[in-house]
Nanobody, 118 residues
Framework: QVQLVESGGGLVQPGGSLRLSCAAS????????MAWYRQAPGKQRELVAA???????NYADSVKGRFIISRDNAKNTVSLQMNSLKPEDTDAYYC????????????WGQGTQVTVSS
């Protein structure tokens, strides 16, 4: 059974930092592209950052220069280091995995809440 378990969310003041982690099980992690999405209530889920199995990264314009995505294939984890957080970064953040050769093999975590507020 595939599981993606996020951790690291919470409340942080503007300008602060948080590190999200996603632990994957039930998949051959090295064959999956990984990503973080976020979603506010009533809004569409949007891509925040992605990293391919070959460590190629991609970021939403709104987080470039502030967020860093990384993966550890030995530990089956993907992380999102979030710096210089802004109130508009407040959202539920979701871990996503998609097989590099078969997009139908796609899985989501349950999400972790990030709230940026003073």
């Amino acid at each position: 059974q595939v599981q993606l378990v996020e951790s690291g969310g919470g409340l942080v003041q503007p300008g602060g930092s948080l590190r999200l982690s996603c632990a994957a099980s039930g998949i051959l992690f090295s064959t999956y592209d990984m990503a973080w999405y976020r979603q506010a209530p009533g809004k569409q889920r949007e891509l925040v950052a992605a990293i391919t199995r070959g460590d190629i990264t991609n970021y939403a314009d709104s987080v470039k220069g502030r967020f860093i995505i990384s993966r550890d294939n030995a530990k089956n984890t993907v992380s999102l280091q979030m710096n210089s957080l802004k109130p508009e970064d407040t959202d539920a953040y979701y871990c996503n995995s998609r097989h590099y050769a078969n997009a139908r093999r796609e899985y989501w975590g349950q999400g972790t809440q990030v709230t940026v507020s003073s």
